[in-house]
């Protein structure tokens, strides 16, 4: 199942490749760093730790107009948290401190607008959708590390806000905020990225 749809996601992303061809169109590659920030949907005892992680990958900007582009991206990312959690000890009505942690890699294809406010600076938004790749959730309970390394649901869908900086013809820089739509595993996952990117042609 995990194979079917990363092969649909490649798929999407090599279509919006070969599309619209009569256009001029801009590729280049992407690198930057994640601040992984989840919250829970109801109220518990769990505590989270925002973590750093990183991503790259490769975009696509389809020029519209001078103001207006299309920007499919393919992205490798790494989204990182620990977690702590008060659990109540019924034989002697205790609170007990359990740490975890959890790294998780993902496959995104952002789909993006991109406004130019003016000849260098940008707005992006749009919707994501992300393929989790490999879960790796240790949990440390009474001094034992306990590993899931498999998560339950598999796609996660979210939507973008950034503002992009042109800094010459072939460099960018950016801040996005990746919002959470789905539950993954009983949580919600949102990233605040900073990215470099550079135009190849």
Do not use: C
Request: hydrophobic residues 40%; without cysteine.
């Amino acid at each position: 199942m995990k194979k079917q749809h990363l092969t649909f996601l490649l798929i999407i992303f090599y279509i919006s490749l070969s599309f619209s061809q009569d256009r001029k169109i801009e590729f280049g590659i992407k690198l930057g760093a994640n601040y992984t920030i989840s919250s829970v949907s109801e109220k518990g005892p769990v505590k989270f730790d925002n973590k750093i992680g990183g991503n790259f990958g490769v975009f696509i900007n389809y020029n519209i107009s001078n103001k207006v582009k299309i920007r499919p991206e393919l992205i490798y990312s790494i989204q990182n948290l620990d977690y702590e959690a008060n659990l109540f000890n019924v034989i002697d009505s205790s609170t007990e401190l359990k740490k975890g942690t959890q790294k998780e890699s993902y496959i995104n294809i952002p789909l993006l607008l991109k406004y130019n406010f003016t000849e260098n600076f940008s707005f992006l938004f749009g919707p994501q959708v992300g393929f989790i790749i490999n879960s790796d959730d240790r949990f440390i309970f009474e001094n034992e590390v306990i590993i899931f390394d498999k998560a339950k649901d598999n796609l996660n869908l979210s939507g973008n806000l950034g503002l992009s900086l042109k800094i010459n013809e072939k460099i960018e820089t950016e801040l996005r905020y990746n919002f959470g739509l789905t539950e993954l595993n009983g949580f919600k996952n949102s990233v605040l990225q900073l990215n470099f990117g550079y135009t190849i042609w």
